[in-house]
């Protein structure tokens, strides 16, 4: 057949092609129709970020125990200038005084790994005792980044699925739906995972044509439970990994805010490189910055042998999105782990210890205002750091019903069902309480103390 014919015979059956399709694709393009979009952008987690958005705006004048964002009574706009000014001055002599070099370092785009990864590597040695090659580290816009350049990686075909502990981090489910990625839920445990359930989920995955390629995981104060693994179960989760043939997504805003003494991160027991490390500024170093990094030492092979690390190519999706992460934006950052030594352990003395007194206030008012069955069906979990907690009550926690309690009783919460993979509710709620002062938390539980007495009566028993 001719190219002319091979060309007619294309264009008969995408004419045929054409005439079974929907109504809504024919004609005029606009107005755009959702069902046309992302499937993502429908979905009950995108519903979900965007409701919790609106009801704090709806309300500015409740007490929110809904907003997991760092204190900000220690913001100061003058750090953001030293901490340019201590970057710009290790720069002048990192490059012996060439000005423009520090210039271009700073205000130019800068490498899509990252300008301050062998300051990020260093600060890893001294506080968590990992040991990384720089190269490893690829810098983001916020560790959300970190999760979706990871995610997209690993999806390399439609039976690539995650595994997470549910209930988990609401930033996750929607990561994995951005890149097509189905999540997998697995129980969680006193202990941070099932792993008994986490066994049978990845062999009925694996007897279903699917492929599990990792378990993603907050061992340290985890959102929204509030659970921190002890050494043990991290290194019992570690050799599950291992036999189940999964890398480890080890997600750890909170860790450093805990008891200096607590367990290792997993990275730092990780002796098989199986462990993917994503890692935020947000609540250390500077939340506005929006810098986050992901370290991914995992060797590739390929055709003709080794061909790199994982970060390699996690940079290659990141110079098609991002592209870079504001070099401005890093060097506040760097700013800081050089006036402390590479430590953000020792840069948040006063922020662990005002998080530590919120947690303690948070469960000593708990127990005032409902201990000894003062309200039968309510208990709650007791974290020993972090900035959550878990409500449970005796009625299901519904977004109507949160916005009843944030218009009549001036108090916000979080549904747990915004962590989950289902959207019916249940009857728990998160409170997060880091960005509180004392007199709000106060004031804060007395509102939430009457919504809660106020539906049990009417929920009955």
């Given amino acids: 057949m001719s190219s002319e014919g091979n060309e007619e015979h294309t264009v008969n059956n995408l004419s045929r092609g054409r005439s079974h399709t929907s109504d809504r694709s024919a004609g005029s393009s606009l107005p755009l129709d959702v069902r046309d979009l992302h499937s993502s952008l429908s979905s009950p987690v995108s519903m979900s970020m965007n409701f919790l958005n609106e009801v704090a705006q709806d309300y500015p004048d409740a007490v929110s125990f809904a907003a997991g964002r760092p204190f900000e009574g220690y913001f100061d706009l003058d750090d953001v200038h030293r901490y340019l000014d201590i970057y710009r001055t290790y720069l002048s002599e990192r490059f012996d005084g060439d000005e423009a070099k520090v210039r271009r370092t700073v205000m130019q785009y800068g490498r899509t790994k990252g300008v301050i990864h062998e300051l990020i590597a260093a600060h890893l040695a001294v506080d968590e005792g990992i040991t990384v090659d720089p190269e490893s580290v690829v810098v983001t816009v916020g560790c959300q980044e970190a999760l979706y350049l990871t995610l997209r990686a690993l999806r390399a075909t439609p039976e690539d699925v995650l595994l997470a502990v549910t209930p988990c981090y609401v930033g996750v489910h929607g990561a994995a739906q951005l890149v ?7 129980r969680d445990s006193p202990a941070g995972v099932d792993l008994d359930d986490l066994a049978a989920v990845v062999r009925g995955a694996r007897e279903s044509g699917l492929r599990p390629r990792a378990l993603y995981l907050v061992p340290d104060f985890a959102n929204p439970t509030g659970v921190r693994m002890s050494r043990e179960d991290r290194l019992r989760t570690l050799r599950a990994a291992s036999e189940l043939g999964l890398l480890v997504l080890e997600d750890n805003p909170y860790g450093l805010l805990g008891d200096p003494e607590g367990p290792p991160t997993m990275k730092a027991l990780d002796t098989e490189q199986r462990v993917v490390y994503l890692g935020s500024f947000a609540k250390t170093g500077l939340a506005g910055a929006r810098v986050g990094y992901a370290v991914a030492d995992q060797p590739l092979t390929g055709p003709g042998g080794g061909s790199g690390l994982l970060a390699d190519e996690l940079a290659k999706i ?23 030594g590479h430590s953000l352990r020792a840069a948040n003395v006063r922020e662990r210890e005002t998080y530590l007194e919120n947690l303690r206030l948070m469960l000593a008012g708990l127990a005032a205002r409902f201990g000894d069955g003062q309200v039968p069906g309510v208990s709650w979990n007791t974290p020993s750091g972090g900035f959550f907690l878990l409500l449970t009550v005796p009625f299901a926690t519904s977004d109507e019903l949160l916005e009843l309690s944030g218009g ?13 993979t289902g959207s019916e509710p249940r009857s728990v709620m998160r409170l997060s309480f880091s960005h509180l002062l004392p007199a709000e938390i106060e004031e804060g539980l007395d509102r939430l103390a009457r919504f809660v007495r106020e539906q049990a009566a009417v929920s009955g028993p």
């Fill in 180 to 186: 097509d990625m189905e999540l997998l839920p697995v």
């Fill in 408 to 420: 009549k009783h001036r108090v916000l919460w979080t549904p747990l069902h915004h962590f989950c």
């Fill in 318 to 340: 990141k110079s098609m999105t991002t592209v870079n992460t504001s070099p401005i934006a890093q060097a506040v950052i760097a700013g800081k782990l050089l006036e402390h």
